[in-house]
T-cell receptor, first 114, second 112 residues
Framework: DVKVTQSSRYLVKRTGEKVFLECVQD?????MFWYRQDPGLGLRLIYF???????EKGDIPEGYSVSREKKERFSLILESASTNQTSMYLCASSRGRGWIGELFFGEGSRLTVL | EDQVTQSPEALRLQEGESSSLNCSYT??????LFWYRQDPGKGPEFLFTLYSAGEEKEKERLKATLTKKESFLHITAPKPEDSATYLCAVPHPNFGNEKLTFGTGTRLTIIP
């Protein structure tokens, strides 16, 4: 069974802390994505990567960075967490660039910043 | 700017009461439209991709249809386990999954 695994389901952090969210996929997909989901706003793309060490900004990259050192792993980093980054974070993967088809999502990481 | 609008925001149905969810879009040159199901506290789960107007796809009690301006997700004789938020999404005309615009979803509740 194909899988996208996010390392933490629930996190509580303090303002100013550095936060790492990890995501691993076992489908040998080239594309990986980080979204955040907020009530009334839907899913918004933060960053995506179409290859190892490659990254592209999505619609809301401010305050975030990413790392993709291995094909199967994509990390989202909040350098200095703020309360407005309290949200559900979703990792996803899919085949290569230009693919029109299924996105596989992880279970999500709910982050609360106090 | 590409827009995807879903209606209604929320829908409560009695078990067995059929209905439809709507997803309207403004993107030109549609290359595909996706439907996902999302259970509370979980990530979205893929249901269907529709590629061209007139196309229909079915899965159990769900049937998705596509016109040039909108898509419908028809739910026939729903059961409580069909309760979830249903999301639709379309890709930017010049990209694939790298640039998806998602609707805000319809929260469906099926009452036993």
């Amino acid at each position: 069974d194909v899988k996208v695994t996010q390392s933490s389901r629930y996190l509580v952090k303090r303002t100013g802390e550095k936060v790492f969210l990890e995501c691993v996929q076992d489908m040998d997909h080239e594309n990986m994505f980080w979204y955040r989901q907020d009530p009334g706003l839907g899913l918004r793309l933060i960053y995506f990567s179409y290859d190892v060490k490659m990254k592209e900004k999505g619609d809301i990259p401010e305050g975030y960075s990413v790392s993709r050192e291995k094909k199967e792993r994509f990390s989202l980093i909040l350098e200095s967490a703020s309360t407005n980054q309290t949200s559900m974070y979703l990792c996803a993967s899919s085949r290569g660039r230009g693919w029109i088809g299924e996105l596989f999502f992880g279970e999500g990481s709910r982050l609360t910043v106090l | 700017e590409d827009q995807v609008t879903q209606s209604p925001e929320a829908l409560r149905l009695q078990e067995g009461e059929s209905s439809s969810l709507n997803c309207s879009y403004t993107v030109s040159g549609l290359r595909g439209l996706f439907w996902y199901r999302q259970d509370p506290g979980k990530g979205p789960e893929f249901l269907f991709t529709l590629y061209s107007a007139g196309e229909e796809k079915e899965k159990e009690r769900l049937k998705a249809t596509l016109t040039k301006k909108e898509s419908f997700l028809h739910i026939t004789a729903p059961k409580p386990e069909d309760s979830a938020t249903y999301l639709c999404a379309v890709p930017h005309p010049n990209f694939g999954n790298e640039k998806l615009t998602f609707g805000t979803g319809t929260r469906l509740t099926i009452i036993p």
